[in-house]
């Protein structure tokens, strides 16, 4: 079975600075997606980012983008100029291709944005 | 972008009694569902896969008489929580999968057992 890793309980940053958020999962698939998702106290869940296993280029949002490391199955997150609105809870999913599959999610990372 | 609305979005009930949350996809049609919980300060636990016109698929350790889910439309499913206990107080939230292959999330519904 699939499963993913979030290995920092908790992470703080101060505003304007750069953060990276660590994730690794573990598959045998060979193509799979990989998504970031944020969810704020509001606790409504929101997709930051994207990643589809075959594409060697990782993907970027804005101030978000992904190291993608598939030999390492390593999926961390980036945030430049980190902004209080970004302060949430972040959680990395894994996904196998194809179809309607469920979503396998970390435990997730505490953000807190200092000012 | 697609939008799935989820209600209630709080809601208390007595013990004993049943409680229905619904989640509809507004724009888009939703082949499969998915109904997870979350207790505090942790992630998201999947309790069952609902797709339309079928059976839900449920996770082991769910129970299927106590969580009762039906998906009789592309655009609307519910979870009935039987019979409800303190111990079910949570909260619950559905996603529905969308043609961009990510999934959008319902805002959740925070359910008390009193």
């Known amino acids: 079975a699939q499963t993913v890793t979030q290995s920092q309980p908790e992470m703080s940053v101060q505003e304007a600075e750069t953060v990276t958020l660590s994730c690794t999962y573990d598959t045998s698939e060979s193509d799979y997606y990989l998504f970031w998702y944020k969810q704020p106290p509001s606790r409504q869940m929101i997709l930051v980012i994207r990643q589809e296993a075959y594409k060697q280029q990782n993907a970027t949002e804005n101030r978000f983008s992904v190291n993608f490391q598939k030999a390492a199955k390593s999926f961390s997150l980036k945030i430049s100029d980190s902004q209080l609105g970004d302060a949430a809870m972040y959680f990395c999913a894994y996904r196998r291709w194809g179809g309607s599959e469920k979503l396998v999610f970390g435990k997730g990372t505490k953000l807190t944005v200092n000012p | 972008g697609a939008v799935v609305s989820q209600h209630p979005s709080r809601v208390i009930c007595k013990s004993g009694t049943s409680v229905k949350i619904e989640c509809r996809s507004l724009d888009f049609q939703a082949t499969t569902m998915f109904w997870y919980r979350q207790f505090p300060k942790q992630s998201l636990m999947l309790m069952a896969t609902?797709?339309?016109?079928?059976?839900?698929?449920?996770e082991q350790g769910v129970e299927k008489d106590k969580f009762l889910i039906n998906h009789a439309s592309l655009t609307l499913s519910t979870l009935t929580v039987t019979s409800a206990h303190p111990e079910d107080s949570s909260f619950y939230i559905c996603s529905a999968s969308e043609i961009s292959y990510g999934y959008t999330f319902g805002s959740g519904t925070r359910l008390t057992v009193v």
């Open positions: 609902s797709n339309e016109g079928s059976k839900a698929t449920y």
